[in-house]
């Protein structure tokens, strides 16, 4: 099984900072990668798959970059509403997997 | 309008069973790859099983194996999940996502439906 392995779990950032989360896959995953971004009570939300395609309504504050085993999602001036945890997922490979969040909190 | 919409969640005692509905509508639901991904309480989320567009191919989490069954009645625009000998260790929200042929990320999520599994 490929472990996806995000950090930090935690992050506390102001209204207007750029925030970078990384995900690291324990097997080459090319850029069969997905990030996601769950508010409390709700469904995730796909935000960029393939690595660095942005999903469709999607700010382009949002962007994603990397390539085999490093992934990172940046935020490039955090609004109010980007406060929640964010998911990588790679589906490279079976049985497809998660990384274990990242909450972005309010400073 | 997407959507899918989950039922059938609810509390159950360890060692029974329930089956998850996910009543789709809004895209060709016969042409899609669908999925059940699972997230117990304040934890991560975790895939749980797949199936393809004409229910011919199924697999499953390591932890579910010969445990749940999922299939799908593209006639009612419905995907299920039949989980027999639940543990507490099942007790999650159970999410039912649309995903493209075989190995797939999940472009489109339910609201959930939680499955509680205690005595």
């Known amino acids: 099984d490929t472990q996806m392995t995000q950090s930090p779990s935690t992050l506390s950032a102001s209204v207007g900072d750029r925030v970078t989360i990384t995900c690291r896959a324990s097997?080459?995953?090319?850029?069969?990668l997905a990030w996601y971004q769950q508010k409390p009570g709700k469904s995730p939300k796909p935000l960029i798959y393939r690595a660095s395609n942005l999903e469709s309504g999607v700010p382009s504050r949002f962007s994603g970059s990397g390539y085999g085993t490093e992934f990172t999602l940046t935020i490039s001036s955090l609004q109010p509403e980007d406060f929640a945890t964010y998911y990588c997922q790679q589906y490279n490979s079976n049985p497809l997997t998660f990384g274990g969040g990242t909450k972005v909190e309010i400073k | 309008e997407l959507q899918l919409v989950e039922s059938g969640g609810g509390l159950v005692q360890p060692g029974g069973s329930l089956r998850l509905s996910c009543s789709a509508s809004g895209f060709t639901f016969y042409t899609y790859w669908m999925h059940w991904v699972r997230q117990a309480p304040g934890k991560g989320l975790v895939w749980v099983s797949r199936i393809n567009n004409d229910g011919t191919a199924t697999i499953y989490a390591d932890s579910v194996k010969g445990r749940f069954t999922i299939s799908r009645d593209n006639a009612k625009n419905t995907l299920y999940l039949q989980m027999n000998s639940l543990d507490t260790e099942d007790t999650a929200v159970y999410y039912c996502t649309r995903g493209q042929p075989d190995l797939s990320y999940f472009d489109s999520w339910g609201q959930g439906t939680l499955v509680t599994v205690s005595s």
């Open positions: 097997h080459n995953s090319y850029n069969y």
